[in-house]
Nanobody, 126 residues
Framework: QVQLVESGGGLVRAGGSLRLSCAAS?????????MGWFRQAPGKEREFVCA????????DYQDSVKGRFTISRDNGKNTVYLQMNSLKPEDTDVYYC??????????????????WGQGTQVTVSS
């Protein structure tokens, strides 16, 4: 089992920045799991934001966040990060981190991710 805990969400004005963190515990994290970030608004489906493979060398992003968001990981700290810059009101959502047992998967299919955090709210005001 892997436990994931997100932090770093909050309220920010449009154009501002936030950095989300996701701390993993309960299993060997480094070089095993790929990690993803998803987001979900009330009444909507969860959508893929970005992902990073186990080594950190391969990433993928949703088109709407390319150039603004950056995913990274520190395997020594069992933590994955999401740096969000130039935030827009449409980025307002609950953000979830997820872990996929196949360590090289960086795709958008949520079914490939085995473990999920509880989510952290990001609100961007206009």
């Amino acid at each position: 089992q892997v436990q994931l805990v997100e932090s770093g969400g909050g309220l920010v004005r449009a154009g501002g920045s936030l950095r989300l963190s996701c701390a993993a515990s309960g299993h060997t994290f480094d070089d095993v799991y790929s990690m993803g970030w998803f987001r979900q608004a009330p009444g909507k489906e969860r959508e893929f934001v970005c992902a990073i493979n186990r080594s950190g060398r391969n990433t993928d992003y949703q088109d709407s966040v390319k150039g603004r968001f950056t995913i990274s990981r520190d395997n020594g700290k069992n933590t994955v990060y999401l740096q969000m810059n130039s935030l827009k009101p449409e980025d307002t959502d609950v953000y979830y981190c997820a872990a996929a047992a196949y360590g090289d998967y960086v795709g958008p299919n949520s079914r490939q991710y085995n473990y999920w955090g509880q989510g952290t709210q990001v609100t961007v005001s206009s």
